[in-house]
């Protein structure tokens, strides 16, 4: 972005990433997913603490993101999840030495070419399985023939078989869980015979902190590094309690007004004043990913209050009741996540405005953290 269309920002806590990603486990044991510029708090930020923390490899969605991972100089093992489309997609993979997903037959040809093209001798692949995502990958009955296509191309050498759980972040879903999980293993056993020293990958964050941990095999968390509780609202409750949300956003407010009893704010004209208040108006909006449909249903900190929004949220702008705080001026900060809390009050989430729009933190993240200048403390 070459010039800001807002004042407001993004903060992102590296030190919270660092310590949520020690939270998982062993290093050894991990894949962490830093797909869609880390799920918007930022690629290469991200992938140089978890580097630094000892992270062994990393989960992309593409090719290109993991060759800008490479051209950063990172040495790590990588899996662009959403598989190789192109033949750029192949060349980039292979000349980068990528760890591309084999998602079905037709990519075997594909990858032996890539690897032959740039002279690599040996290019490691990853073996996807679907085992009831219904997205990407073989059917566990297909093991033994992809075993065996994949004995004629030596240049390709299987590393990780990967697959994807649909559903181990509800409870409710258990049983499902466990038959994705005995798909998996029978996937595994028809290619351990032709690749003895293939590693399983299999958990999300809610397999990495929660029951199925020690049957996930190399977990892949993602939203759990960003400070997400994957089991929110589920009853089940996470072993090590506390995760720590990274990314706050802060909207400077412009001005402060009286709006007298009667009177109204914004569009539409959704909101008049029952009695005489004082607004505030912060540069946040829907332009900036924070949703028109949360519209008089939020509130926001400021000095370290919770206070209402009012009126209808505008493209960058939104006003604020704080009536109660009379000392709030012109270039405080409104936070509409995260931020300093007084005792008494608390920051508001990701999880709580997935909530409110009947979405999920991972569409917060992706969409504030995308469309807010960051900051990186
Ligand atoms: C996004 C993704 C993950 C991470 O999921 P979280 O719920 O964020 O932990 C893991 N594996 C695959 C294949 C994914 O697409």
């Known amino acids: 972005m070459s010039c800001t269309f807002t004042p407001a920002f993004c903060r992102i806590d590296l030190a ?31 992938a140089r603490v978890l580097a630094e923390e000892g992270a062994l490899r990393f ?4 090719a290109d993101e993991g060759a800008e991972l490479r051209r950063a100089g990172m040495g790590q093992e990588i899996v662009p999840l959403m598989g190789c489309l192109t033949g750029d997609d192949w060349r980039t993979a292979a000349a980068c030495g990528l760890t591309p997903l ?19 001798r040996r ?4 073996l996807k399985c679907d085992t009831g995502m219904g997205r990407l990958g073989f059917a566990p009955e297909d093991a033994p ?14 590393r990780l078989a990967l697959s994807h759980l649909s559903s181990v972040d509800m409870p409710t879903e258990d049983a499902y869980t466990e038959m994705q999980i005995r798909r998996f293993e029978r996937f595994l056993a028809g290619l351990r015979t032709a690749f003895p020293d293939i590693l399983p990958s299999l958990g999300n964050s809610a397999a990495t902190l929660g029951p199925a941990r020690q049957r996930s095999g ?50 539409g004209r959704i909101f008049t004043a029952p009695r005489d208040m004082r607004v505030a108006v912060a540069a946040a909006g829907y332009a900036t990913g924070y949703a028109r449909a949360l519209s008089g249903r939020v509130s926001l900190l400021v000095r370290g209050r919770r206070v209402p929004q009012v009126g209808r949220i505008c493209m960058s702008m939104l006003m604020l009741d704080v009536s109660a705080l009379p000392e709030t001026t012109r270039g405080d900060l409104a936070w509409a996540l995260g931020g300093p809390a007084e005792p008494g ?28 200048p960051r900051r990186y403390v």
């Open 145 to 158: 023939a992809l075993a065996e296509r994949l004995r004629a191309h030596p240049a390709l050498a299987p």
């Open 218 to 267: 190399i977990c892949r968390p993602g939203l759990a590094l960003y400070g997400g509780d994957p089991f929110a609202g589920t009853g089940r409750e996470l072993a090590d309690g506390s995760l720590e949300w990274a990314m706050s956003i802060a909207a400077p407010i412009l001005a402060v007004h009286p709006l007298r009893a009667g009177e109204s704010v914004s569009y």
């Open 59 to 62: 989960a992309v969605g593409t």
């Open 16 to 46: 919270a990433i660092r310590r949520n990603f020690h939270r998982m486990g062993s290093p050894a044991d991990l894949m962490p997913v830093i797909k869609s510029d880390a799920y918007g708090h930022g690629l290469l930020p991200v």
């Open 345 to 372: 009050d608390r920051p508001v989430d990701a999880q709580e405005l997935a909530q409110l729009l009947d979405t999920i933190p991972y569409e917060i993240l992706c969409l504030m953290g995308a469309l807010n």
């Open 102 to 120: 084999i998602t079905c037959f037709d990519d075997i040809a594909a990858a032996a070419a890539a690897a032959s093209a740039c002279g690599a």
């Open 123 to 126: 290019l490691p692949v990853a």
